[in-house]
Structures are given as structure tokens and as C-alpha cells.
């Protein structure tokens, strides 16, 4: 009877452990930094078949080709604002022109914020930074339809550290293309 039991318990055992919790097997991609790199710094462009082999441009219409025609895939905001300035509009014109030789490309436009204030002004202040460049673009000839805006607030820093040079870097809206 003894020996039931123990057999009965290994089993089990057995059972709950083929139950075990497993690792997902898709993770979502890292941030995309300025020039195509993730967060950790590694090209995300790099590998075979990214660029079909053509150029140093990539296939035209690409996120590479994108980011090697445009001056930045991003424009910087002072602290507690979403205005455009000189500087951001001609990266944003350059975008414009990008995106009108290419219209069949779709964009997402990101809103960031620095790592100060609370989650829900950031992502207030996101919104309005992406909204603003989504506008600024559609003044230029892209049609709003071509884009999607999203905030991520503070969640997604470019830089870490908590110093004006970090903050600096974060408050940003980012014109993302798909991979």
C-alpha cells in the first residue's frame, strides 16, 4: 500500500513538472535608436537579407533607405513643449520629401518625453509632441491617412541617466517606418 502512494506521488510529480512555465518565443523588438540601432547599440539593420543586397541606399521605399536620405529620423523638443522649431522643420521637410517620392510607405510618429513628471503628463505631452509632427508633415503634403501617432511618455528613453544632456536627448518624436 506503501508503495502505491509513493508511485501515485511520482507521477504526479512528473505530471506538474511537464507543466511547466516556458520561455515566449517571440520578444518584441528594442527601441530603434537615430541611425537604425538598437538601445544596446547593435546595428538593427545588419544581417543578411536586410537590405536585399542593393546599395548602400537599401530597396528604395525602405526604413533604410529612410533613414540614409533624411538628416534624422527624429526632431528634439525644449523641456515642457511639443513646438517645432527651425531645426526640426527642415528635418521634417527633408521627411516630407522622403515621404512623398515614397507614397506608398506608412509611418508611425512616436511622442517621448523626458523621465520627469508624472506618467500621465508625459504621455500627454508624447501625444502632443507626435501630433505635432504629424501636422507639421501634413502641412508639407503627406497625407494624415499615411500616419499613426503613439506615445510612449517616459517609457521608452533614448538615453538613460537622469541629467539635463539624457532629458535632452528623450524629449523627441520619432517618425518610425516598418521593418
Known sequence: MNRG????????????????KKKPADLPPPPIGANGEGADGSDIGAGAGQNGGVGQGGIPGSREDFLRSVPADRVLFETDSFSIDAQDRGILDAQAQWLARNPAVRVTIEGHADERGT??????????RANAAKNYLATRGVSPARMTVISWGKERPDAMGSDEGAWAQNRRSVTVLPQ
Not at 502512494?5 to 511547466?20: D, E, F
Not at 506618467?119 to 502632443?128: K, S, V
Open 5 to 20: 502512494w509513493k508511485l501515485a506521488a511520482l507521477a504526479a510529480a512528473i505530471a506538474v513538472a511537464g507543466c511547466a
Open 119 to 128: 506618467r500621465e503628463y508625459n504621455l500627454a505631452l508624447g501625444d502632443r
